[in-house]
């Protein structure tokens, strides 16, 4: 599959994910409301976040699919990752705001009226989204693509969130409704994290952290007749879209044409050995 497939599928993905959170979000906020349940509540607008990071992506994903040009030499992937950093704060704000809405519950309290519909309704969330999510996570490393994979994560988070509360709307209605207050403090807990950890993945890749092993690109430089070995080997980029820059060190003897034919010969190796290489430059020096 062309890079161009992938992002053209990643966005029809993501299309359908968004019709879904916003579907999930609305039933969560109604019945929240309709109950006065703070954790509920808390758990659809997570839902919301969800369907709003989608647009996100799509945008981010409509701006990567663009081919490499004079002004951008090494493509425009990153955007995608760029936009997987959005998707992160978006979170952390949604955290800050969940918390408030706890904080001023616990303050003003509310009375909580559980049914069996309140139930039903988020049983059948949760299920969407753990369809949701194993589909999204399975496809988004098929497709190279930082926005699903982050997304999946996203969409994850929600899952625990929802099965927490279940478990405080049964608990409200055994008469400790104060549990609701706390397990939503626990839901932006966890959406802040979540949040975390899309930052940090998506942090290592644009601030170009090494995201290859050197001792497996000295094993294939060593393989080759004519290198008398490598250094200085850098490997910056996402997983899809790797660029090497190494030193290779030939005898002083060599002729110029036999050395750049050997530049090509290890570049060649590279990207076939080692999945997700696209460029790779090479620097001659004698022995």
């Not at 049914?115 to 969407?128: K, P, Q």
Request: hydrophobic content about 45%.
């Amino acid at each position: 599959m062309t890079p161009q497939h992938n992002f053209a599928q990643a966005k029809r993905i993501l299309l359908g994910v968004l019709g879904l959170n916003w579907l999930v979000s609305a039933a969560k906020i109604f019945v929240g409301y309709s109950i006065n349940s703070v954790s509920m509540i808390a758990d659809g607008f997570h839902s919301l976040l969800d369907g709003a990071s989608n647009i996100i992506g799509l945008v981010g994903l409509t701006i990567a699919s663009k081919e490499r040009d004079e002004a951008h030499p090494y493509g425009h992937k990153k955007y995608e990752t760029f936009t997987a950093v959005g998707i992160s704060l978006l979170l952390f704000i949604t955290c800050f705001q969940v918390l408030q809405l706890a904080v001023r519950r616990w303050l003003a309290p509310h009375p909580i009226e559980v049914s069996a519909f309140s139930f039903g309704v988020m049983i059948v969330t949760m299920l969407i989204n753990f369809a949701v999510m194993r589909y999204e996570r399975k496809m988004g490393k098929r497709l190279f693509s930082d926005v699903l994979v982050a997304d999946s994560a996203h969409t994850r988070s929600d899952i625990f969130v929802s099965l927490s509360v279940i478990v405080t709307l049964a608990l409200i209605k055994l008469g400790y409704p104060r549990v609701d207050i706390v397990v939503a403090i626990g839901i932006a807990l966890a959406i802040g994290r979540a949040g975390f950890q899309i930052m940090k993945r998506s942090s290592e890749v644009l601030c170009d952290t090494m995201v290859l092993d050197k001792a497996s690109v000295e094993a294939i430089c060593s393989s080759i007749s004519g290198i008398k070995k490598c250094h200085k080997i850098r490997a910056r980029g996402r997983e899809d879209d790797v660029n090497i820059d190494l030193h290779v060190v030939v005898d002083p003897g060599m002729p110029v044409g036999e050395a750049h034919d050997l530049s090509h010969i290890l570049e060649t190796r590279l990207k076939k050995e080692m999945p997700g290489v696209t460029d790779v430059q090479v620097h001659i020096e004698p022995l």
